[in-house]
């Protein structure tokens, strides 16, 4: 069953984010199940809008992320995000 995860991420700057980004992008399958991401701005720092196939994927993501954010200095003490049922997802052009 699909999740969608929502992560607030106070006070972290879109320079850490692409930092962090880009070292995932070096981690063979790190993103596998991810079926949409999307990252926003806010006053406070950023939010994460997250689409997995499972909460497992979306599990096994987490254990591989969180030690590369914590190498880079983000803090580990932000709440754990919000995670609903996925009642329809489609993309427009591609059916559904």
């Excluded at 063979?28 to 999307?38: E, K, L, R, T, Y």
């Excluded at 689409?51 to 096994?60: G, I, L, R, T």
């Excluded at 709440?79 to 329809?88: D, I, K, S, T, Y």
Aim: proline share 5%; with cysteine.
């Amino acid at each position: 069953m699909a999740i969608f995860v929502h992560a607030v991420l106070s006070d972290i700057t879109t320079d850490q984010y692409d930092t962090l980004h880009a070292r995932l992008q070096e981690l063979p399958g790190i993103f596998d199940g991810c079926v949409s991401h999307a990252c926003v701005t806010t006053d406070d720092g950023l939010e994460v809008f997250d689409v997995w196939e499972s909460e497992q994927q979306m599990n096994a993501f987490a254990e591989r992320m969180m030690p590369v954010a914590a190498d880079l200095g983000w803090p580990t003490t932000e709440g754990r995000p919000r995670v609903l049922q996925v009642h329809n997802h489609w993309v427009p052009g591609l059916g559904g």
